[in-house]
């Protein structure tokens, strides 16, 4: 039986995916090198990317942490007038107050956070993990597995709302059921793994999330 509902949150409940391209792009230029939005998406979104995995790939000769601490800067002076919630967000959140709930994302405590406030669910999530609670990001399973254990559930009591094919493949590692809720920047990937892929978060029910515990 589902017992437990853990929740990506960048692109899924709230569209910051442009916000953060944004965030990179600017970062990025004050350091002379030029990265688009459709990269962005591309490599971060879609592919789970880092810093210094970037300017390692493509050579360049960038302090990672410094091409980080821009963006925070310009993050921190944008994100309150351009973060919006995704639609239907928030009552899809207040819908599943029977089920033990988490949030999983990338991002760091702080930006989690506050983009919650923006919502109005951050006191919705019984557990919240960010990037400081792990080692790995998606696809590998480590967040999940940790929300799960914080959660206290196993697994196999778990489903994950993922919109990025990254974090569809970790929930499968991870055992869990997976829901996939694919945005706009990545409604083209392969969501064939997610055992429910739905159009909108307003289709997002708790008779569809208890379905997944009936064999068959």
């Known amino acids: 039986m589902i017992r437990a509902i853990i929740f990506d949150m960048d692109g899924l409940l709230i569209d910051s995916e442009p916000v953060y391209a944004e965030a990179y792009s600017h970062a990025f230029a004050?350091?002379?090198?030029?990265?688009?939005?459709?990269?962005?998406?591309?490599?971060?979104?879609?592919?789970?990317?880092?810093?210094?995995k970037y300017v390692k790939e493509r050579g360049l000769d960038l302090d990672p942490e410094k091409v980080r601490e821009e963006k925070r800067k310009w993050y921190e002076n944008n994100h309150a007038k351009l973060l919006k919630p995704m639609k239907g967000a928030k009552e899809c959140v207040e819908r599943m107050d029977g089920f033990a709930m988490a949030i999983c994302s990338v991002s760091r405590r702080e930006e989690v956070l506050k983009a919650l406030r923006i919502i109005g669910i951050e006191n919705k999530f019984d557990v919240i993990i960010v990037n400081e609670d792990v080692e790995k990001r998606k696809p590998d399973p480590e967040g999940f597995l940790v929300a799960a254990k914080r959660l206290g559930f196993p697994p196999r009591e778990c489903v994950v709302i993922e919109d990025a094919e990254k974090g569809v493949i970790a929930g499968n590692v991870a055992g869990m059921k997976v829901i996939a809720v694919p945005s706009e920047y990545t409604k083209d990937k392969d969501f064939s793994k997610a055992d429910l892929v739905l159009e909108s978060l307003d289709r997002l029910t708790p008779e569809r999330v208890r379905e997944l515990s009936r064999p068959g």
């Open 30 to 52: 004050v350091f002379g090198h030029t990265l688009t939005r459709e990269e962005f998406y591309d490599y971060w979104t879609s592919g789970g990317g880092s810093v210094e």
